[in-house]
Each structure stands twice: as C-alpha cells, then as structure tokens.
C-alpha cells in the first residue's frame, strides 16, 4: 500500500466517522418562481462509524435512503446537514485539491455494470483514467503497466486494454469498474449493490473477489444492498436503514441472531431460504402494507404504521438508535427483544 | 373441446389423466444479421391442475423464452418455433390459427410479468384496465364489470379497492401494481396461470407478500401456476417441482424436496453451492467458472461441460440424455447418479 | 439490438432490474442479442440500406463536381453567345443553351460549388454553435440553461427571409467571396437552434450516467467530463441533425440567390439560375428544368443521408 494516509495502519481503527447526516430534497412548484412546498427526507440523521479492515453492510428496502447515504459520502450530493470524518479531516467541508486528495481514500463500485462505464472509452482508458486526473499517482510511463497490473488482480486478461466494455459481459464489466476503485489505492470503497446486476453463478465470482481485495489491501467496505443473504456472507457488522434512518446497527451475529427491531426481524424472515426443509422451520412475519413516503414520514417511530407492536408511546415519540436492554447493540425500538424463532 | 375428441389422430386424444399443459420437444430459434441463436433446445415439461412448476434459468436460458411460445407471443421475427408441441388439454396450441390462440390467451392460460409499470398502460385508470376484457371478451356491461373489477381488486388484496378504480398506475407502489397485474391475469378466470419473474423488481417484504398471494390464489382457484425465476430462494418456498434449465434445455427436473437435498446435475449443485444463505455463515463461496455459452455456438455435446468439474471426453462426444433415477426426476447429465451420490453422502 | 433486444431484455431483467445498457459481449452466453457495439451496429444496418447507398453515390457525386467541375463538362459555362440563345442540344452542350446563350448543362454543374461551399461552411459553423451553446446549457443547467434556452427560442422566432434581407443589404455591392460568406454567415446565425436543441438533450442524458458520477467520484473537473465523457456520447447526434441541416443549408442558399439577396452574378448558383429560367419559361424550359432537378436531388440526398444514418443509430426505430 502506498497511500498517502496516515503511516500507521491499524487494523480496527475508525477510518470513517459520520454523524448525524441529513439529506432533504426539496419538493417545489411552480415554474418560474419556484417556492418549496415540502421535502423528501431521503437521509434523515444518520451515525455510524467504520472500522479500517472492516465491512459494514447497509440494508434496507428501495427508498430507505442507503444510496442516497452512499452519494453523500461520494460527495455527489450536498447533505443538508450533519458531518463526516475521513483520516481525521472533514469530508463535506473539504473542496478543490483538498477534495481531490480526499477523494483517493474513497471509492465507489456501482450498482450497472452497463452504465457506469463509457461506452466510447476502451477499458485501458477507463481503468487508466484515476491516473490521468492524479498525475501523482503513477508516473507516466508507468501507466500502462500499472493498469494492466489491476485487470490482473480483478481477474481479467490485461491482453484487453484495447477492447471496449460492450466486448465484456456484466461480470467481467463489474470487475472493470473495481479494477478502476481500486487504481488509486483507497483506503474506503463503497459498493453500491455491485452483484443485483449479474446473474446468480456470477455473483459469487463478484462476491469472492471482493472478499480476496479485501484481504490482500486491507480495504474497508461500505457494502450497500438489498440481498440479506449477500451481506450476511460479506460483512461484519450491518447497519439496517428504514426511511431516511439506521434502525438498528451490530455485528453480524447480533442483527442475524438477536435482531431486537421488528423490522429487522420482518425483514430476516422474510428472506427465502433456498431449502425447502427450512421453510417448516422458519416462522415468517408478514408485514402489511408499503413503505410510508419518505415526504411524508409518520410521527414518532417511523415503522409504526406497518408494526405489529406498535403502541400509544410510538406514535408520540420518536425512539432513538441506542443499546437495549435485551441486546447491548443500538435498535430503535421502544420495545426492542430478541424473537428465537427468527 | 369436443373437436379434439372426435378427431381419430392418436397423437391427440384427451386421457382423462392427461396433462393440463404439455411442452414436448420444443424447439425455438432467432434468426439474426449474425447467425441463428438455438434459445429453445428440445424442452420438454408438463403441468397438471393445481400444481405448481418453478421454471429456474439464467438470463438467456430460455425460460421466458418458453413462456412466450406458450403464450402464443413470441417475437416473429427474429423469434420462430422450429419444432414441437405444446399441448393444452390435449390440443396443440402451434397447430392452431391466431384467431383460436386468441382465445386461449387470457380465459385459458394467462401471464404476468416482471415489470408491472410498463405492462400497465399510464394513461388509463387501472380500474378500466382490469375491466377492459371483462367487457371486450366475457361481454359483460359497464356496471356488471365494475363490480367484478372491484371484486378481483379485493381478491388480490388491494385495499379499498372501490375507491382506486379511478387511480392511475404511477399512483400506486410497486407491490401494488404487480396485485393490479394479476388481478388483470385473472379476469377471465384462467386455468393456467405463467408468473414471469413476478418479484425481481421488488423489495423483499412486499415479494413475501405477492408470493404469498399467489400462492393462496392458486389454491383458492384450483389454478395451475407456472413460476418462472432465477431465485433459488423463492422457488423453494412455493413451488412442487422445478425445471432447471440452461442453454435452452431442461437439464433437472425433479420435486422440490428431493432437488434441493441432492442435486443430480452438476449445474444445479453449482448454482445451490454458489448463493450465499442466511443461515450459513461460510467463507469463500463456491463458484461456476466461466460463462453461459453463446446460444449461436453452443459447445458440443453437452452444453455445459466447458463450466463442469464432471467433465469427461464422453460430455464433449455426446449429448445427455435425460437419466431416469428414483421418483421421476431426471437429469440430463451422464454422471448424474455419480452427482446425486456425492451431495447424498 | 436486434428485435432480439426485446427478448434478451425479458429474460435479462432478473438479473438487471429493467435497465438499459450497450450491447454485450461476443462471449457472453445467451445474449446474443448485444453481441455489437452500438456504431457496428449501425454499420451493419446502413450497409444494406439501398437509400443509403443512393444517397452517399449522389452526395458524392454533386462533392465531385464541386471539387472538379471540368471533369463532367469541356464547356465554360461563361462563355456566352446571344446568337446560340435557347439553342437545342449541340457538342457538350447535352441540355441545350440558355436565354443569354450560355450551356445550360455546364452552368449547373458549376453551381454544385457554390451551394457545396454555402452547405458545408453554414453547417460547420452551426455544428460549433449548437455543440457550444448545447454543451453550456445541457451541462451546467439552471439559470445557463434557462438563458440560453431563451436565447434559442429567440433565435427560432425570427423569420428567416427577413433577417437575410436585412443583414444581406449591408453587402448587396461587395464582391463574390464576401458576399458568398455573408450569405454562409446568415444561414448559420439563423439556423443553428435545431441542432442545439439535440445536442442540449443528448447532453443532459449522457450527464446523468452513472460513468460521469464515476468520473466525479475520481476527482475529474467539469472539463474533462465535458470533453472526455460527454462530447462523445452527444457528438453522433449532431452530426446526424448536420447532414440533414446541410441539406436544407443548400436550398435556403437557392432561395435566397432566386430572390435576388443571396448570391449574385457573376456566382454560378442553382438559385440564380432557376430565377433566370423561370422569366422565359414559356420559351425554353430546360433552363428551369435542370438546375431545379440538381437542386433538388442534392437536397434530397442530404436529408436522406441524415435520415438512414439517424435511424441506424436509433435503436427504438428497428
């Protein structure tokens, strides 16, 4: 690693810290003078903390924020409100070459493999292109080189710098798009559902070279998805969102086994499990209803309207994600206890 | 009906323990600028009333593919049906005119797909869409549609349902409009019902409940449901049997139960090793290596061994056939009790 | 993206939740519907186009002439007798000679140049505008974008035959090359909106990629996204709104020299020509007849050539 961080890496360490981050988009009419008439809470005062090392899962249905959540911290979008602290410095105040620099610590995996690279680039100039924005990074006649180094290590012939990205399948396209996280040698990257894109005997290529970088760059990851099962598999501590908010956060042991928020549990048990023998085991929570709107959020727990637990005290106030009594990890439950059966 | 049965060809008389739905042998190719693509390879399956078939693939097994032919809407061109048959109730569907198709379609044998915001028409409120063919083709008047739209709206449990007639498809979510889906499916009463993918595109709390509901309908009905998914997950929870398929075969077919415990085809176990589960904790997962073949070259032999850890200069000469073991199930694979054994053991 | 598109995107959209991409790999299994690049694609499907081939043999054909004019007439098409004046066909004179005298034939093919040279120029000029003016507006949005695209609508408004009047006065008594350009300058300031319009919104498509957020995410500045990211994605587009504009560039030339305020003796121009033949119609009209026909026929295979090569590009329309 040749990173311009900080000289001592520890393991274990906080690398990312983030506070209290709020993100309003705001809802307007009118055409010529535009007046807002209310927003969507799209991230709504989150905290957590990431560890060098470490992946922390974010989960939670479409509309919860976590890739919102994942922007932000990519700085492509402006938060409303909140801080964040990356290698000590500030990552929302930070701008022009303080942001650049900023920017080499953290990167982003996305989502589709078919948009997120360009399709008139060849995968040499895509994978080459951090260099070319950070001179510094690599010296010029070292580039090539250097870029046929990372396909290599995502897996794909380094014969194939010519080729464009329609000449690749999704898989090898995601791999693409890690090999150009990974140029620069961040100490953060930010996988935003990398595998929903791909099929079921890709995925888990996908999944085991993310698993091995990790491993060999010592990297951190904020792996953001949908898929339960995938982070269960990747991650050590999880972090679930539920309408702009972290509802409950906790190693993996404590969100798979002694998940204490009903939604949480909701969404466990709602996962299919590919054994038809477990589905007699299981004790499945339906959960009525959708989501509520996000520019419309309910008053006090925002779970209520859809909580088979729900009573008088959460429609008034608002709990708040700290350690409970039945499991010391934060939930935001006010009746937060752990169900065996789940 | 009653011309099928009168007619003498031995090939087509109506056993009274006949399937519902028979594929045989089909055949599908798209012919292209580059080539000819082989998307459906000799498939063959077969449902019953009341039961319900997972159809499991990749993208570009064929699955859907399948389902079109089914339907009777497949693309031509590029699409066309080589050879084959698909028997409802004893007739072949190919063999008949577009106009007697039209009539199977939707009273007989319907489909839902994935995307239910774009097979629902924006600019009509959903009530008038679900009760477009209760008018055009059950012949019903404007009230007596009406009212069995807002009966069909309660069936697939959208709340209200009286007063969103009027609504439009973007004024409902996700989960909502694929209920908005299948309630169209089952205006005519179908016998059959084809769910292409009905939950990819959405959140894991609302597929419980659309999986759930359909489950519940197709026993409330007495319909058959074909379920067509790439999620080893879902068709575990719902289905009785499954169909695997890859490069436009059928390469397993066995009950739930009995493929999930031991796999006898080595694409199956491949794919069961390599999702990560909720309730195992592993490291590295097992991976199928490679990629699906390209349906224009598909390799000889059997299409998969190029991917398979089986692989013998036997799969590389000859195309499997589907082996027989115990209760039915088959396996197009020529060491399928050799697979089936090793995960048994 | 064949019609095999819809197929391959049915069976796709497990995996790809309904988005949209560039076709696939050559090795990819079960797709074989996105084995192409988009521009192959084209490629493939302009190849064999009749219409296409048509048109580029006649847009050829008309740039022939205009480079070399010698080659397709011996006769000088200003060397003009009165005594030969609507005189029938003779030497290489294959249409006959005009009311002064002059080759009818030699006269229309040395008016390929001028309306070639108004086409060309005009369309360059207008394709450096829209491609400015779009990529600003497209690209930065907000109060850029709502100036600029008041700016066009403005533009739009003003009614073409009237601007050239009054802006071609200032230059009725200049010489040839002068005039030849202000004429160029005219059709460009007037009639660069449409082509801004594409660009503007091929712009804004190409901005909201997620390779562009990539990009971003890397630390690269507005001018690199712009020029490396953006201007590729937007440029087929443009060019395909050229082709056609250039076409049209042509036909607004002729107009203009048939009124009397575009181009003017001594140019050879179709334009001036067909006013010339329309007076003694009645007497000859072969000297209306062809310089129409080259008008119409280089117009034509402009817009045609635009036409088939927008609709290669768009995969919607196959």
Redesign the interface.
Known sequence: MTAPASPAKVRGETVLAVDELVKHFPITQGVLFKRQIGAVRAVDGVSFELRRGETLGVVGESGCGKSTLARLLMRLETPTAGRATLEGRDLFRASGGELRRLRRNMQMVMQDPYTSLNPRMTVGDIVGEPFAIHPDAAPKGSRRQRVQELLDVVGLNPEHVNRYPHQFSGGQRQRIGIARALALRPEIIVCDEPVSALDVSIQAQVINLLAQLQDEFGLSYIFIAHDLSVVRHICDRVAVMYLGRIVEIGTEEQIYRRATHPYTQALLSAVPVPDPAARDRRTIIRLSGDVPSPADPPSGCRFRTRCWKAEEVCAVQDPQTVPRAADPHPSACHFAEVRPDV | MTESAVRPTPASPTPPEGHLLEVRDLHVEFRTREGVARVINGVTYHLDAGETLAVLGESGSGKSVTAQAIMGILDTPPAYVRSGEIRYRGRDLLTRSEEERRQVRGTEIAMIFQDALSALNPVFPVGWQIGESLRQRAGLSRADARRRTVELMDLVRIPAAATRLGDYPHQFSGGMRQRVMIAMALALDPKVLIADEPTTALDVTVQAQIMDLLADLRRDLGMALILITHDLGVVAGVADRIAVMYAGRIVEHADVRSLYRAPAHPYTKGLLESIPRLDVRGQALSTIPGLPPNLMRIPPGCPFHPRCLYAQQVCVDEVPHDLVLGDGRTSACHFAQEVHDDRAR | M???E???A?????????????????????????????AGDAW?DLRRNPVFWLSLLLVLLVAAMAVAPGLFTANDPRDCVLSRQHAGPSGGAIFGYDFQGCDTFARAVYGARASLLVGAFSAVITGVIALVVGMLAGFFGGWVDAVLSRVIDIVLGIPLLLAAIVLLKRVSTSGETVRLFAVILVLALLGWTTAARVVRSSVITARE???V????????GDG?IMW??IL??ALAPAIVVLTIALGSFIAAEATLSFLGIGLKAPTISWGIDIDAGRVHMRESATPLIVPSVFLALTVLAFIMLGDAVRDAFDPKLR
């Open positions: 064949s019609d095999f819809t197929v391959a049915t069976e796709d959209q497990s995996a790809r939740r309904g988005v949209s991409g560039e076709p696939g790999t050559p090795d990819r299994a079960g797709r074989p519907g996105r084995s192409r690049s988009l493939r990629q997620d390779y957020a990539a990009a971003r995410m890397l630390g690269a690199r490396r990211h590729p994605n």
